[in-house]
Structures are given as C-alpha cells and as structure tokens.
C-alpha cells in the first residue's frame, strides 16, 4: 500500500468499513488517488465498487474509516461545505442519469443554470463547448430518449465536465457498448482526463479497456483491496487473485460456486 | 401466540419508522420552501402539471355529482314538499363534504399517483442521485415544488368541484324536475353561510391537499427503486390518500360540525 501524504494525493480513502443490513460490503479499504491520474478501480461485479464512489462521493457514510478530498473529510463537513466540494467533483453514472424531460441542451446547461449567473448567450457558447467535446453537438436539441446507450453516456460526460471539475468519477463507463461507443469513451476518458488537468477514477470490470487508459489500478474483492499497481506491475504480478482475473480464469480464489454446503449431501437429502 | 405479537410488534416499529421518515422529509421540504420561492418558474410548471391537468376530471365529476345529488335530493324532498330547498341541499353537500372530498380522492388518484411515479422512476434511473452529484438538492428541485402545487392546486380543484356541481344540480333541479328557479338561487345564498360552510370546506381542502401531496411525494421518494418498488409505492400513494383524506374528513367533521 503506498502512503503518499503529500500534495499529490487528491483522495485519501483510509480504512473505510461499510455494511448493508448484515452484509459487509468493506471491511478496511486504503487506497490514494494521484492527482491528474487516472485511477481504475477494478473488482468483480458485486463487490460494491459503486458503492465506493457513492462514498468517495459523500452520497453513503461508512460505518468506519474516513474519506478525504482535497484536505477535507467528506463525512464531517457540513452539508453546505459538502455541496461546494461536490460542484467540484463531475460523475458520470453508469445510466446516464439524464433528466428525462428536457433535451440533451438543457440537460448540459443544467448544472450551469443551477450554479451561476452566467447570460444565456454564455451558457450556450458553453454547452456548445462541452458537446463539441463529446462530440455530439449536433445531437443538442434531442430528447434523451432519441440517444443511444453510448451517446446518452456521452452527454452525461458532457454535463459532468460543464463546471469544468476538479475529479471525475465514472462508473463502470463501457458497460453494455458497442466496440466502436467502447474505443470513444476509453478515449474521451484519457483525452480529457489530460486537457483539463482532471483527476479520473473508473471504477470498471473491463479489464483490457481499463489497463489502456489507467495510470494506476486498485482491485478489489472481498471488502478489501487485494492488489495495487500499475496496469504493468499487475500483470506481472504473482498474486492468484490478479492473475484470475485480469486473465478472467473461472475458478480461482473468487470461486466458481457460490458457497453451498457439499454438493452430495445437497443431493441426498431429499 | 409470541409469533404473532412479534409480527405485530416488528409491523407497528415499521409504520412508526416510515411515519418517523416521513416527518423528517416534511421538515425538509418545509426548510426548501425559500428557495422554491425565489424560482417561482418551477412552481408554475409544476401547478399546470399538477392542477391544470386535473381540470377536466375535476370538472367533469364535478358535474355529475351535482347532478346525482340533485335527482337523489329531490325525491327525498318532495316526499316533504320542501323540493324548494333543494339548491341549499346540493350546496351544501358539495361545499361541506363532497366537494373537498371527492375533489381530493380524484387528485389522489390522478394527480398523487402520477407524482409518486415520477419521482420513483427519477429514483430509479439515477436521476435524483445525478442531481445530488451536481451539488443541486433534489428535495429543493424536485420535491418541494410539486409539493408546494398540489398545496395550492387542490383547495381550487375543490371550489370549481362544488361550484361546477351546483351547475350540475341547477340543471337537473330547474331544467328537468321543473323546480322554481329563483326558489333554488335565493335558497341557497340564504341558508349557506361563508364561514361555517365555505371557510370549512376550503379548510378541509387545504389539509386534504397538504396529505396527499406528502404521501405522494414521500412514496416517491421513498420508493425501493425498481419497477416493482415504484408500481407499489404508486399504489401505497392511492390506499393511503383514501385512507388519510376519509379518516381527516371524520375528524375535521367532528371538530367544525360536531356541535350543532
């Protein structure tokens, strides 16, 4: 586990312990997100890797351990103090999380309209900017229902970037792509990660996308942090547990059957 | 035996609890109410969505109510050979009990449903979380201006509910049974009496209107967010308004009516 302390480190998750009615979802996760860095997350599915950005993101508060942003623990400040810092935090739901009921326009606009005073005239120059981004200007007057799964994420991005952000966080961002959708948001991710001087951390059980765009990689199983490092580091590293599955081998320290008791009493029995 | 006061014991914590829930969203939406007002834009929109679209129901069933009470009343009075007191009895039925009643069960149904959908399914897809990311409460957005609509709306539905009735009644009464016209009119502004029966029935309204708008938003937002949790919590919003608007009338009733 490296412990930087330094002005490098934006987010310092620090023993956090987390249950959902009587299931432990983290039981002590450490992990240091670089500034400027794009930091992957990676874990089996179920293993509460969204509900570590809801953390990160103040939306759940663990039952132990502390999450600091930028100097501040995000659990003990007050909630006016919380919703400054989240202005500076963009994230970009694996849904979308659109409004449903206003145009992809309207949508970008929105965290502007809520936040500044700016004139229209700037807000459009703005949202015009951030969809060229993404590149979907010309798609600003449709609704959210007329957009693909790969362009509704994409607008979302747009949105997530309109306050230009310190951080970014994504969750699971290529699941359910085409290759095409897939190979433009794992560059949109790195692109913009690099021009606005972000912060980035995705959470994702891709693992070859993940690797080519990731600086850094945390996986995690279990409620814990099993293995760290760079995309390289990891794949050469020795541990069970990283080689099944960046290599997606079965069976493995993540069992292939669910716990059960023996599989010839479970016959008899009856 | 012990089973079954456990069950008992763990249903009454769980009603306790989502009553406990429930007030603090209330509190909430009462904190949000200042910065609901200074955008008065998202009250209006939702006052059309909520109100103006409730218009026609409202004036529809307002019209046949007045009219089968009209029918009904008229048989009953002539028996007396008081059919003249007809208008005073529509009047009163719709201003005092009807109107405020059955305006507010047909907004529950309609309007309620409808708000505790919206914002399970903005639940369900994120949205509301979405909006807490953006550091935009959606208590403040979402919730408090439908809340603050359905407040408004419902104590209007419910005058042009009686008020369309006694059209419906004046229809029946004078253009069908042949009951004296002036007799009808003159009746009434005699014998209804603004506080005890227009005060009170607006009264009622207001709260009725303040209970199913919380129960609808609450559902919303408190909806498990899936398509089943959302279809239940639609339900819930409709049993329970019914429920809270029938049990409150009695209440009300008793409290403005129940010394004379």
């Not at chain 1, 432990?24 to 930091?39: A, C, E, N, S």
């Not at chain 1, 799964?149 to 309109?162: K, N, P, Q």
Request: proline share 4%; net charge negative; charged share 15%.
């Amino acid at each position: 586990m490296n412990d930087l302390t330094d002005d490098s480190t934006l987010i310092k998750v620090r023993d956090v312990h987390f249950s959902r009615g009587n299931k432990l979802i983290f039981d002590g996760v450490d992990m240091d997100i670089q500034r400027g860095k794009v930091t992957a997350i990676m874990g089996p599915s179920g293993t509460g890797k969204t509900t570590l950005l809801k953390l990160i993101g103040g939306q759940l508060r663990p039952s132990k351990g502390s999450v600091e942003i930028d100097g501040s623990n995000i659990h003990n400040i007050r909630h006016k103090e919380l919703y400054q810092l989240r202005k500076k935090m963009g994230m970009l739901f694996q849904s979308g999380a659109l409004l449903t009921d206003i145009t992809v326009f309207d949508n970008v606009a929105f965290p502007l309209r809520e936040h500044t005073n700016l004139p229209e005239s700037m807000i459009r120059s703005l949202v015009l900017m951030k969809l060229q981004a993404v590149g979907l200007r010309g798609a600003f007057n449709l609704m959210p229902s007329e957009l693909s799964g790969g362009m509704a994420r994409r607008v979302a991005l747009a949105r997530a970037i309109s306050l230009d952000p310190m951080m970014i966080m994504y969750d699971e961002p290529f699941t359910g792509q085409d290759p095409i959708s897939m190979g433009v948001l794992v560059q949109l991710i790195r692109l913009l990660n690099d021009a606005l001087s972000l912060t980035s951390i995705v959470v994702s059980h891709d693992v070859r996308e993940t690797c080519a765009i990731a600086d850094f990689v945390y996986l995690v199983s279990d409620g814990k942090v099993v293995g760290s490092g760079t995309p390289e580091e990891l794949a050469e590293s020795e541990s069970e547990w990283a080689q099944q599955f960046l290599l997606g081998m079965p069976d493995g320290p993540v069992p292939f059957h669910y716990s059960a008791q023996p599989y010839v009493q479970d016959l008899i029995e009856h | 035996m012990l089973n079954y006061f456990q069950s008992l014991g763990a249903s009454s914590l769980s009603v306790l609890e989502r009553l406990g829930r429930g007030s603090i969203f209330f509190a909430n939406i009462l904190l949000s109410i200042p910065s609901v007002l200074i955008r008065p834009r998202l009250l209006f929109s939702q006052m059309y969505s909520v109100g103006v679209l409730s218009f026609s129901l409202i004036v529809i069933s307002g019209l046949f109510v007045g009219m089968v009470l009209a029918l009904q009343g008229f048989y009953t009075l002539s028996d007396f050979g008081a059919e003249g007191m007809l208008g005073v009895m529509v009047a009163a039925s719709l201003v005092r009990e009807l109107g405020p009643v059955v305006a507010a069960l047909l907004f529950a149904g309609r309007a309620g449903s409808a708000l505790t959908a919206e914002i399970g399914l903005m639940k369900a897809t994120e949205q509301l979380s979405g909006m807490e990311m953006m550091a935009v409460d959606p208590v403040a957005r979402i919730v408090t201006p439908r809340f603050l609509a359905g407040l408004i709306s419902m104590p209007i539905l419910a005058t042009i509910f009686s008020a369309i009735g006694i059209i419906g009644g004046y229809f029946i009464g004078v253009g069908l049974l042949g009951i004296d016209e002036g007799g009808y009119w003159s009746q009434m502004q005699a014998k209804i009496d603004f506080n005890m029966d227009i005060i009170n029935g607006l009264i009622k309204s207001v709260v009725f209107g303040w209970v199913v708008t919380w129960i609808a938003v609450f559902e919303g937002y408190d909806a498990i967010p899936t398509s089943d949790g959302v279809s239940r919590a639609t339900t819930r919003t409709v049993v329970h308004s019914a429920f809270a608007i029938l049990a409150l009338d009695f209440i009300l009733t008793a409290l403005m009516f129940g010394d004379i």
